[in-house]
């Protein structure tokens, strides 16, 4: 029984999937880990932005339009390797014929050296002066609803104190009117009683004291009072 395992093709994890060749200067991508030339991958993403810039219906902002070559799982960042350019270092060591040509390494050192950052930053389509008018139009009409809203919750409030205001004062006149009825009864007395001598002189007579009394105090016991005067 033949227990050997099949060993790992380490010069095709060191292979570049985009120019096909052994690795120079690796970048791994975040999030999925693939790894490719820096300069390759350079190149990829410019064409990727040039696609967007080109394109009439171009994403909306903030959209993660950069994806991996590979797999296209979506490119948040890129980082160097240390783990994989090792790897490649004992490669080439042990491997030199597999060591890429003097001039493909001056050649892809010219479009990428280490820390260079290959995610282009994506330009804004330029905008026509009827979308810039519609745009500050939309502004302006937004500033306006603000700020009728802003009045209308000021009027709300003041008219509402108001009426809590006349509610209040409502109130306090009728319990005034329920504790203390006499002077309103008092008026009603001297009014009738005006009424009855300007009665009485208009026919020529004489406003007597029994008329008086009964007309002006008729809650009080005209008996009594009567004969108390005698």
Same mark, same amino acid.
């Given at each position: 029984?033949?227990?050997?395992?099949?060993?790992?093709?380490?010069?095709?994890?060191?292979?570049?999937?985009?120019?096909?060749?052994?690795?120079?200067?690796?970048?791994?991508?975040?999030?999925?880990?693939?790894?490719?030339?820096?300069?390759?991958?350079?190149?990829?993403?410019s064409?990727?932005?040039?696609?967007?810039?080109?394109?009439?219906?171009?994403?909306?902002?903030?959209?993660?339009?950069?994806?991996?070559?590979?797999?296209?799982?979506p490119?948040?960042?890129?980082?160097?390797?240390? $783990?994989?350019? =090792?790897?490649? @270092?004992m490669?080439?060591?042990?491997? /030199?014929?597999? *060591? +890429?040509?003097?001039?493909?390494?001056?050649?892809?050192?010219?479009?990428?050296?280490?820390?260079?950052?290959?995610?282009?930053?994506?330009?804004?389509?330029?905008?026509?002066?009827?979308?810039?008018?519609a745009?500050?139009?939309?502004?302006?009409?937004?500033?306006e609803?603000?700020?009728?809203?802003?009045?209308?919750?000021?009027?709300?409030?003041?008219?509402?104190e108001?009426?809590?205001?006349?509610? $209040?004062?409502? =109130?306090v006149? @009728?319990?005034?009117?329920?504790?203390? /009825?006499?002077? *309103? +009864?008092?008026?009603?007395?001297?009014?009738?009683?005006?009424?009855i001598?300007?009665?009485n002189?208009?026919?020529g007579?004489?406003?007597?004291?029994?008329?008086?009394?009964?007309?002006?105090?008729?809650?009080?016991?005209?008996?009594?009072?009567?004969?108390?005067?005698?």
């Open positions: 029984m033949d227990s050997s395992k099949p060993g790992i093709d380490l010069e095709k994890e060191l292979t570049c999937s985009i120019c096909a060749e052994l690795l120079y200067q690796p970048l791994t991508l975040l999030d999925c880990l693939h790894t490719y030339c820096g300069a390759c991958l350079k190149d990829w993403f064409y990727r932005s040039q696609q967007i810039e080109n394109s009439p219906n171009p994403p909306p902002a903030g959209t993660n339009i950069f994806t991996c070559p590979s797999c296209r799982a490119v948040r960042d890129t980082r160097h390797n240390a $783990t994989v350019a =090792t790897l490649l @270092d490669f080439i060591a042990a491997n /030199p014929d597999r *060591k +890429r040509s003097d001039a493909d390494m001056e050649e892809m050192s010219k479009k990428y050296k280490p820390g260079d950052k290959v995610l282009p930053r994506i330009r804004s389509p330029e905008r026509t002066s009827e979308e810039r008018r745009e500050e139009e939309e502004r302006r009409l937004l500033e609803v603000r700020e009728m809203s802003r009045i209308a919750a000021l009027l709300t409030a003041e008219h509402d108001a009426e809590t205001r006349a509610g $209040t004062e409502v =109130t006149t @009728d319990m005034r009117a329920v504790d203390d /009825p006499a002077p *309103k +009864r008092a008026g009603l007395t001297a009014t009738s009683c005006n009424q001598r300007q009665a002189r208009g026919e007579g004489e406003a007597t004291r029994d008329n008086v009394l009964m007309s002006c105090l008729p809650k009080v016991d005209v008996d009594k009072l009567s004969t108390s005067h005698l």
